[in-house]
Structure formats: structure tokens, C-alpha cells
């Protein structure tokens, strides 16, 4: 076994300094409607600091900003938390809500870029990304917020949910477009089971309880895990006033989904969820990479295979199935789609439990049941693809650009591709600076949205 854990080493090795860079150089020709900063958040501990799991690590964003056919600049900055100075989470009063890694995922709402881990408050961003203080809603959100929040593509409105492993168990929030009012319900019938994504449909919020469960046993710091007693089930919550008290939850297969790429309702009213799940094997070999025991897979995701769910709410019964036997994770689509039928999905496939091929970007064409793979060489890491639409796309679903960042062991460099995300050719490439860290989730933020 190494001396270092898997999450201190290889493609996720921390860097130890905040750096800027300009004028960075670029190939090819970057479309213009790439006007705003790619922003992605990472686990990187200071050094000489060991986390317990990969995900203790104190968050770190990088970002890169584009603009008029240039890439501006590269920075990084760590989220300046109480915890990055080593205030505890857990106090004699409880958790403290600001002592967040901050470090799972950063996106915008109402004009201000959050940088979110799902055990706290999020931690608002300037658009230099330097840390501004944990942001609450002026006061009204008074539990953690998730790290995988939903905007409505319609409304503007974005939907997210806190999970605990005490009651409340699970209360689900709506802010208003403008980031300034928040609505708040709990929703009964929850367990202690860990929710890490969710889903919403045009009608309806979707959530997702697996086989994983709050663990007092667990002394990595995260205190979840699996077990066989515990249900496997899909939570269906009208969307909207009340919608809680008519929650509707369904029995499924054991397993766990970490990450969903969508949810929607067919023509026949039922409700169709898609994203990756593991088995028992796949979530232990995972978690042991996690947390750097024994007995782990070669990579942090083993065992995850792309997942489909369809619940019938008049007859009560889903229907679950393996929709391809790729080992994959980070399932995107366009963001446009989001609660709609959606054609393309994308997702980064892994090499085998063993450690045995190579990464590559996928994109699934649901429509045709066709699979397209962008495979990348040895040494080679891709990011989690950020789906842009094409300023003239003529609104076809998949005219767009994925952004996605190479983890590149062979040269100790990253780059930034612009992907055509119709059949997955590079459009341009930028140099980075330094090797960036495999990171987990990020955004696309254009200028518009930061604007005043």
C-alpha cells in the first residue's frame, strides 16, 4: 500500500500555492459566445495535512476565464472557510455550518457564484474568485445546503435540499431567480440514508434514498455506510406549496446513485430517472479509495453503471435497468433540458476495477440507443464535461460545447479542451500553467449572469 493515500497522489495530488496567470495560449479558435469564467472546485488540503477521506479535504476553486477569442487568465484559490484554518465541524452546540470544506462543487445563482459542499452553508465567491463569507439567505436557510442544486431551466428558481442524518432528515428549498427569498419544507417519510443528488421534472421533485446510511461506526469523518437493512427507494414531491405532505416514496433494487443526470415525465405521465448506480462491491471497493484502506478499486469510482429508473405513479411499480455496461460517472446534459425529455447525455467512463484502460468522454444518443466515445491516452484525466450551448445552434439539443479539463500525468500539465458536443472533436485547446488537480464538479458561468 502507499504511503500516501490514493486522493494525495497521481492526478490528485494538491497543489501548495495560489497562483494567477494571463494571456494564456491557446489552439485553435475559442467560439465567442465562450464570454465568462469555467469555474471548478477540487479537495486540496494545505500541505502537509492528511484528510481522514477524500472528501475532508479543504475546497479549492480554479478558474479560467475566457473572453473575445482569448483565455484571459488561470487562478486558484482555496475557499477560505473556518475550516481551511482547522475549526471543527461538530462543537458542543452542534454542527457549525460555516466550518464547510466547501470544496464539492461552485456554481451561480442570483448573481453570486457559491462554492458548496453538502454539509454546510455554501461560501459565497467574488468573481476573482477570492472568498467572500458563508451566504444563508440574509438568515433564512438555517440547515446545510446539497452540493448538486437544480435551477428550472423556466423559472430561474433554483431547487436544493439538505440531508441529515438526524431528524429533520430531509427539507427541501426553493430561492426565488433573484437569490433573495427562500421557501422551506420538511418532507416526511425520510430516512437517515444519504441524498447526494436529486432530480426535478416539470411537475414533480425527485429524490433518491440507496443503501447507504448513516454509519456511527464509520471514523473517517464522513459517517456513512452501506447496509443491507436499509430500503432502497424513490421519493416523488409535487413540486410547489404543500407538495411535501403528498411525497409518494417507491421501493427499488439495493444500490446507491451518487450523481443523476436528469429526470422527466414521458408521454404516458411516468416518471424517468437516469444515472449511475453501484452494487454493494462497487460502493465498498469506491468508498475504500475514498478513505484509502485496503481492498479498493483502482480508481475512485468502481462499479457504476449508467441506470435507468421508471416509476409508474398510477400502478406503484418502477421498472429499473442497466442502460449500457460502460463503468462511468459525472452524467451531464444540457442544463436547458434540465426536468425535460432529454436526447444526448454525456458522462466520463473510467478505466476497469483493476485499473486496465483508459478514461474517455461518452455521449449516449437515447434516441438511437448509439454510444460515441472520446477517448484520451494513458496518464490522460478528462473532467466532468460542462455542456455550453452554440450561439447558433438553431436549438438543436446537443449544438453546444463541453468544457472539460486534462489531467495530463506524462507532461505534469493540464489543458482546457472546448469539445464539440455533437461529435466530441476539439474546437481548441488552452494551456494551463501548472497540472491542475482532478477535480470533482464545476460550472460555466458567462459574463451576463455575473453582471452587477
Known sequence: MSAKPPYLTGHYTPVADEIT?????????????????????????????????????????????LRDGRAEWYRNRWVHT????????????????TASTAGTHVIEHGGRLLALSEAALPFELTPGLETVGAFD?????????????????????????????????????????D????????VPGATAALKHDFALTERYVVF????????????????????????????????????????????????????????????DGRIVVEGPSVGRQGWQRSWNWWVGAPDRGAEPN???????????????RVAEERTDDLVVEFPTINDARTGQHHRYQYALSFPDDLGIGNHALVKYDRSTGARRLRPFGTG?????????????????????????????????????????????????????????????????????????
Open 208 to 267: 433518491l434514498e440507496g443503501s447507504v446510511t448513516f454509519d456511527p461506526a464509520e471514523h473517517s469523518g464522513i459517517p456513512y455506510g452501506w447496509s443491507d437493512t436499509q430500503p432502497s427507494r424513490i421519493g416523488v414531491m409535487p413540486r410547489g406549496a404543500g407538495g411535501a405532505a403528498r411525497v409518494r416514496w417507491f421501493d427499488v433494487a439495493p444500490g446507491y446513485a451518487m450523481h443523476l443526470a436528469n429526470a422527466y415525465e414521458d408521454a
Open 380 to 452: 490522460q484525466l478528462p473532467s466532468e464535461a460542462v455542456f455550453v450551448e452554440a450561439a447558433d445552434g438553431g436549438g438543436a439539443e446537443d449544438a453546444g460545447y463541453l468544457l472539460t479539463v486534462v489531467s495530463d500525468l506524462n507532461t505534469d500539465a493540464s489543458r482546457l479542451l472546448v469539445v464539440d458536443a455533437s461529435d466530441l472533436a476539439t474546437v481548441a485547446t488552452v494551456h494551463l500553467p501548472r497540472r491542475v488537480p482532478a477535480m470533482i464538479h464545476g460550472s460555466w458561468i458567462p459574463d451576463a449572469a455575473l453582471a452587477g
Open 302 to 316: 468502481s462499479g457504476a453503471y449508467a441506470t435507468r429508473w421508471t416509476v409508474d405513479l398510477a400502478t406503484g
Open 82 to 97: 473556518p475550516a481551511l484554518d482547522g475549526a471543527p465541524y461538530l462543537t458542543e452546540h452542534g454542527p457549525d455550518l
Open 179 to 186: 437569490g433573495k427569498e427562500l421557501r422551506s419544507q420538511e
Open 21 to 65: 496567470a494571463t494571456d494564456l495560449t491557446v489552439e485553435g479558435t475559442l467560439p465567442p459566445e465562450l464570454t465568462g469564467r469555467l469555474i471548478r472546485n477540487s479537495h486540496n488540503p494545505k500541505p502537509g495535512i492528511t484528510p481522514t477521506h477524500w472528501f475532508k479535504g479543504s475546497g479549492m476553486v480554479h478558474g479560467i476565464r
Open 137 to 177: 439567505w440574509e438568515g433564512k436557510l438555517t440547515t446545510a445546503m446539497t452540493a448538486h442544486p437544480k435551477e428550472d431551466p423556466a423559472t430561474g428558481e433554483l431547487h436544493f435540499f439538505a440531508s441529515s442524518p438526524l431528524p429533520p432528515y430531509l427539507v427541501h428549498h426553493v430561492s426565488s431567480a
